[in-house]
């Protein structure tokens, strides 16, 4: 049975930081691409970062660039996103994704930045 499972979400003052993981189970974590996305209330689901099989790779959407940072850890079938600086505006769900032959989804984990 696939799953990914997120973690580490939660609510955090503006300029704080938060680790977000993704524990992968049921398919080959290290032949997949692997990517965060998020979706905020009343807009789409966008994504926020990629990172390639070996980790060599990654690639960020233009709001978080310097700030978060995707990393994988193979051995323990695990993505990470580490979000640094964070900001109003990154208040979503966010949601693991790997892509493949197939593409899963988890179930996503809430990030609440507030004051």
């Known amino acids: 049975q696939v799953q990914l499972v997120e973690s580490g979400g939660g609510l955090v003052q503006p300029g704080g930081s938060l680790r977000l993981s993704c524990a992968a189970s049921g398919f080959t974590f290290s032949s997949y691409l692997m990517s965060w996305y998020r979706q905020a209330p009343g807009k789409e689901r966008e994504l926020v970062a990629t990172?390639?099989?070996?980790?060599?790779?990654?690639n960020y959407a233009d709001s978080v660039k310097g700030r978060f940072t995707i990393s994988r850890d193979n051995a323990k079938n695990t993505v990470y996103l580490q979000m640094n600086s964070l900001k109003l505006e990154d208040t979503a769900v966010y949601y693991c994704?790997?892509?493949?032959?197939?593409?899963?989804w988890g179930q996503g984990t809430q990030v609440t930045v507030s004051s």
């Open positions: 994704n790997a892509g493949g032959w197939y593409t899963y």
């Open positions: 990172i390639s099989i070996s980790g060599g790779y990654t």
